[in-house]
């Protein structure tokens, strides 16, 4: 029981990051149809950005949270519009190995600043545990969950109520008619990739809070596809339940199997859904009326 | 056959503002998409306000991008003004952004209707708010759901699933959102039945008449656009060659054999008896 309660918690804690990695891919993919393979590297670049605002300008931890919004807001934007928007109209093909390209660019120049080291950082969250169920279940891990869910909450609220969120939707469903009630889509690109690079950054600041700040945070990125594909690619709701599944699957195939499968059968468990359900879980499939 | 009389044709720029009723006066325009492709030939109409305006034509005369170059859709399409002004209000709007156009008063109802098939009823009338502030755009939620009982009824419905008309009546209330001044309706009869086609010709009759809405309506449906409009265009390859009171084209010979298919006897015509001069040139 107490095994089941901690795999439950790691695996919940890492399921929680790999939504919020997810749903910046999800947020990009739905307003503006680009696949972008840069998004663990957006992780890897919050987080840095975070170090250096928290670590190495000594800024207060809520100051610090504030510059790495506003940096991963800038970065966010900053990569639409330099580097997405003369691709507009490309094949999807060249647009992705064009965030591939991103994502070795992002990964180097964070090398040529801070190098391959792990960088040493205090942790944010608290290092206690707490007993449930007979099992000690860190402190961090809650956190992590509780923080994720927070964050992806609102997003879903934003989505469902804000003005903004609305007409994020309606430019991911139709892009001209959008354009016709005076939205501007440059706009909406531009949002879609601020919010993807903040909730990047919120993930890869929980990440290395839970591991360390080092390169390897870009690899975890790797795993946002099987949680995106599950889900459906332009599902909110699917990046969670998503997340959620990979993240659970990793954690008890580690604790009850073999840790070296870990990686393995979340992919596995990916092909066999996909065979049953080919858009993902809670894929949109185009509406045909009858 | 009256022929374009002025402004269409003549060529002369006309100086903003002049002729204080004409909401929208096109003068001159010339679309070209892709470089290449010359969709407008130097297009002159104008829409007086609190008026209903129709502009008819077969496939391919144009009106759809008469529309979208006034709603300033064009550069999405790879296509562009290259001559010729656009003035809304006095104002020349030629260059101006597509949101920025929504902003000053117009708003455009597209062919096939363009609902956000994904959202709501409600969210589809609230992405037509985008323009106005939270406040003024839920009085004029409720005024839309009024105005259109059926809609408040399934507010809580996925846009995507309601019928033809039922989602016609969504795209002109969600163009009605943006409080426009100047209503634009791409073909709001296609692929409805003839029932449906009068409660929706009904619906935007009473907008002109109840509000002193302006309106400007692109139509296959000749008959019907002529019933409710006060002034018609007729557009062929590019360009307006006949133009006048609604009214008068609903008797005109020529419209009537061309657009609403009666002949001089009343009856159908076949094309061997239609004169040379008007038969549709279909390569050039």
């Given at each position: 029981?107490?095994?089941?309660?901690?795999?439950?918690?790691?695996?919940?804690?890492?399921?929680?990051?790999?939504?919020?990695?997810?749903?910046?891919?999800?947020?990009?993919?739905?307003?503006?149809?680009?696949?972008?393979?840069?998004?663990?590297?957006?992780?890897?670049?919050?987080?840095?950005?975070?170090?250096?605002?928290?670590?190495?300008?000594?800024?207060?931890?809520?100051?610090?949270?504030?510059?790495g919004v506003v940096v991963a807001t800038v970065i966010g934007v900053l990569v639409e519009r330099l580097i997405l928007r003369p691709m507009i109209g490309e094949s999807p093909i060249s647009i992705i190995m064009v965030t591939i390209g991103l994502s070795s660019l992002l990964r180097a120049l964070v090398q040529m600043f801070y190098g391959t080291s792990v960088k040493p950082m205090p942790k944010i969250l608290p290092t206690g545990s707490v007993d449930i169920l007979g099992a000690t279940v860190p402190l961090n891990r809650l956190l992590v969950?509780?923080?994720?869910?927070?964050?992806?909450?609102?997003?879903?609220?934003?989505?469902?109520?804000?003005?903004?969120?609305?007409?994020?939707?309606?430019?991911?469903?139709?892009?001209?008619?959008?354009?016709?009630?005076?939205?501007?889509?440059?706009?909406?690109?531009?949002?879609?990739?601020?919010?993807?690079?903040?909730?990047?950054?919120?993930?890869?600041?929980?990440?290395?809070?839970?591991?360390?700040?080092?390169?390897?945070?870009?690899?975890?990125?790797?795993?946002?596809?099987?949680?995106?594909?599950?889900?459906?690619?332009?599902?909110?709701?699917?990046?969670?339940?998503?997340?959620?599944?990979?993240?659970?699957?990793?954690?008890?195939?580690?604790?009850?199997?073999?840790?070296?499968?870990?990686?393995?059968?979340?992919?596995?468990?990916?092909?066999?859904?996909?065979?049953?359900?080919?858009?993902?879980?809670?894929?949109?499939?185009?509406?045909?009326?009858? | 056959?009256?022929?374009?009389?002025?402004?269409?044709?003549?060529?002369?720029?006309?100086?903003?503002?002049?002729?204080?009723?004409?909401?929208?006066?096109?003068?001159?325009?010339?679309?070209?998409?892709?470089?290449?492709?010359?969709?407008?030939?130097?297009?002159?109409?104008?829409?007086?306000?609190?008026?209903?305006?129709?502009?008819?034509?077969?496939?391919?005369?144009?009106?759809?991008?008469?529309?979208?170059?006034?709603?300033?859709?064009?550069?999405?399409?790879?296509?562009?003004?290259?001559?010729?002004?656009?003035?809304?209000?006095?104002?020349?709007?030629?260059?101006?952004?597509?949101?920025?156009?929504?902003?000053?008063?117009?708003?455009?109802?597209?062919?096939?209707?363009?609902?956000?098939?994904?959202?709501?009823?409600?969210?589809?009338?609230?992405?037509?708010?985008?323009?106005?502030?939270?406040?003024?755009?839920?009085?004029?939620?409720?005024?839309?759901?009024?105005?259109?009982?059926?809609?408040?009824?399934?507010?809580?419905?996925?846009?995507?699933?309601?019928?033809?008309?039922?989602?016609?009546?969504?795209?002109?209330?969600?163009?009605?959102?943006?409080?426009?001044?100047?209503?634009?309706?791409?073909?709001?009869?296609?692929?409805?039945?003839?029932?449906?086609?009068?409660?929706?010709?009904?619906?935007?009759?009473?907008?002109?008449?109840?509000?002193?809405?302006?309106?400007?309506?692109?139509?296959?449906?000749?008959?019907?656009?002529?019933?409710?409009?006060?002034?018609?265009?007729?557009?062929?390859?590019?360009?307006?060659?006949?133009?006048?009171?609604?009214?008068?084209?609903?008797?005109?010979?020529?419209?009537?054999?061309?657009?609403?298919?009666?002949?001089?006897?009343?009856?159908?015509?076949?094309?061997?008896?239609?004169?040379?001069?008007?038969?549709?040139?279909?390569?050039?």
């Open positions: 029981m107490s095994q089941f309660v901690s795999m439950l918690a790691y695996g919940l804690a890492d399921g929680a990051i790999l939504a919020l990695a997810a749903l910046g891919f999800v947020l990009i993919y739905k307003a503006t149809s680009v696949i972008n393979f840069a998004q663990g590297e957006f992780l890897l670049v919050g987080a840095y950005m975070f170090y250096t605002a928290f670590v190495v300008l000594r800024l207060p931890l809520l100051l610090a949270v504030v510059v969950i509780v923080v994720a869910a927070v964050v992806l909450t609102a997003f879903t609220i934003f989505f469902r109520r804000s003005r903004h969120g609305i007409a994020m939707r309606a430019v991911a469903d139709d892009q001209q008619a959008a354009m016709t009630m005076g939205i501007s889509v440059r706009r909406i690109f531009a949002m879609a990739w601020a919010l993807a690079g903040v909730s990047a950054l919120i993930a890869g600041v929980l990440l290395a809070d839970i591991s360390a700040v080092d390169q390897n945070l870009a690899a975890f990125g790797l795993l946002v596809f099987p949680v995106v594909i599950l889900g459906g690619l332009d599902s909110v709701p699917g990046t969670i339940v998503g997340g959620i599944i990979i993240g659970l699957l990793k954690q008890g195939t580690a604790v009850y199997w073999e840790p070296g499968l870990a990686t393995v059968v979340p992919y596995v468990v990916l092909v066999l859904i996909l065979l049953v359900k080919p858009y993902g879980l809670f894929g949109e499939t185009r509406i045909e009326r009858v | 056959m009256s022929t374009a009389a002025a402004p269409a044709g003549t060529g002369q720029p006309v100086p903003a503002g002049a002729g204080a009723a004409a909401m929208l006066t096109l003068n001159n325009v010339e679309v070209i998409y892709d470089d290449v492709i010359l969709v407008l030939r130097g297009l002159s109409l104008e829409v007086p306000e609190g008026k209903i305006v129709a502009l008819l034509g077969s496939n391919g005369a144009g009106k759809s991008t008469t529309l979208k170059a006034v709603s300033g859709l064009l550069p999405s399409e790879h296509g562009e003004v290259t001559d010729g002004t656009i003035h809304f209000s006095g104002e020349d709007i030629t260059r101006v952004d597509a949101s920025d156009r929504v902003t000053r008063g117009m708003s455009l109802c597209m062919e096939g209707r363009h609902v956000f098939e994904h959202l709501s009823v409600a969210e589809n009338l609230v992405a037509g708010a985008y323009t106005r502030s939270g406040k003024e755009s839920a009085e004029d939620l409720e005024k839309v759901y009024e105005f259109f009982p059926k809609l408040a009824d399934m507010r809580a419905r996925i846009a995507g699933y309601l019928s033809g008309g039922e989602q016609q009546m969504l795209a002109i209330g969600r163009a009605l959102m943006s409080r426009p001044r100047l209503l634009m309706l791409d073909e709001p009869s296609l692929g409805l039945a003839p029932l449906l086609v009068q409660e929706i010709f009904g619906y935007i009759k009473r907008l002109n008449t109840e509000t002193g809405l302006t309106v400007l309506v692109i139509e296959q449906n000749a008959r019907r656009a002529l019933e409710i409009a006060d002034h018609g265009y007729i557009m062929e390859q590019g360009r307006i060659v006949l133009e006048g009171d609604a009214a008068e084209l609903r008797e005109n010979p020529d419209v009537k054999e061309f657009y609403l298919g009666l002949g001089e006897e009343g009856g159908r015509k076949s094309y061997r008896d239609v004169k040379h001069y008007k038969r549709r040139k279909r390569w050039l």
